[in-house]
């Protein structure tokens, strides 16, 4: 007996400041997904960007304390951030906003990039998220005053989850979207699984990284996720400094890990274990471990290290075909 092998079609684009790839199962169905996907990644950009003077987050910031009717999608976003934070035990935490602007990272990346003026590195333990006071009930937030908010941790892979899940219905076929590489998969996969290419520096599709062990895996359902300091790194003065913080110091992690992919049920708790595991450093292996999370985690020095679970089988380097 033959089985036919679905198709896939795919799409590439830019949004939230990052590389946005559909693929759907059914050809036929690619262009009215990639318009719903554009209209739902808008919501979400004027919902949740701290670079928009006029998003929703961003009004946040002049709440001065009192407590403030947000929208669900706003709701639902700080909600995610806040289960992050105490299922990582504060390592992945929403109130980093300060932070990042202290070091620079006050605007859209590929102007933080272009700026080198020297920053001042200053340690001071970010606010918290338990002084993040959000009642789903009557759909307000209280954030107290001086405190800014900060969701890039959490958000992209959330919106990932929420795409990809409302497309696979609405289209009633198998969907992946990949926001920066965080990747969400729902509806009947392909014959063996979506194919992703897990490596320390998102790049395109049909080119393998020029430097780096990277592995291809089979995602059959859930979200995949890598976080990592080399993507977005920027130089202020005599400092290179990258955009995942340490919440003890307020100041970029310091991490023997280069990247750190997780799978999970979906992508916004992979996103969570990733970034986590680069803030706890040594000993992440053991943490996702005990977590029963598939992992994979990379050295500065390009070693691999990978917890129960992940596919054994070994790496691919650039010398190799993909």
């Known amino acids: 007996m033959t089985t036919a092998v679905r198709p896939t079609a795919a799409a590439d684009w830019r949004a939230l400041g990052t590389s946005v790839r559909l693929v759907t199962t059914d050809p036929a169905l690619l262009d009215t997904c990639n318009l719903l996907l554009a209209r739902q990644l808008a919501e979400v950009d004027a919902t949740c960007s701290r670079f928009r003077a006029d998003s929703e987050l961003a009004a946040l910031d002049g709440s001065e304390g009192r407590p403030t009717r947000v929208s669900p999608l706003l709701a639902e976003a700080l909600a995610v951030a806040l289960r992050a934070a105490e299922a990582t035990d504060g390592a992945v935490d929403p109130t980093v906003g300060s932070a ?11 102007l933080v990039q272009e700026d080198d003026r020297p920053a001042r590195l200053t340690v001071r333990r970010v606010p918290g998220w338990r002084r993040i006071h959000l009642d789903r009930g009557t759909g307000t937030v209280t954030v107290p005053s001086g405190i800014h908010l900060d969701l890039g941790a959490t958000a992209k892979a959330w919106a990932a989850d929420r795409a ?16 920066g590489g965080d990747t ?5 996969p392909p014959a063996g699984g979506w194919r992703i290419r897990v490596q320390d520096i998102t ?24 976080s990592g300091t080399a993507a977005r790194h920027w130089r202020r003065g005599e400092h290179t400094l990258h955009h995942i913080i340490d919440p003890a110091t307020g100041l970029p992690a310091r991490t023997p890990w280069r990247t750190v992919s997780v799978a999970a049920a979906n992508c916004a708790d992979a996103n969570a274990a990733s970034t986590a595991a680069l803030v706890k450093g040594r000993g992440a292996e053991r943490w996702l471990t005990g977590l029963g ?16 679970g992940w596919p054994t089988t070994a790496p691919v380097h650039p010398e190799a075909t993909p």
């Open 100 to 110: 990042l602007e202290a070091l620079g990272y006050d605007r859209d990346f590929t």
């Open 293 to 308: 999370l598939p992992a994979r985690l990379v050295t500065t020095d390009g070693t691999v290290v990978t917890t129960p």
């Open 184 to 188: 969400a998969v729902a509806g009947e």
């Open 164 to 179: 990809a899940r409302t497309l696979a219905e609405a289209a009633g076929c198998g969907v992946l979207v990949s926001l």
């Open 203 to 226: 790049g395109a599709v049909d080119e393998a990284p020029t430097q780096g062990p990277y592995a291809t895996i089979g995602l059959h359902s859930g979200g995949l996720a890598t």
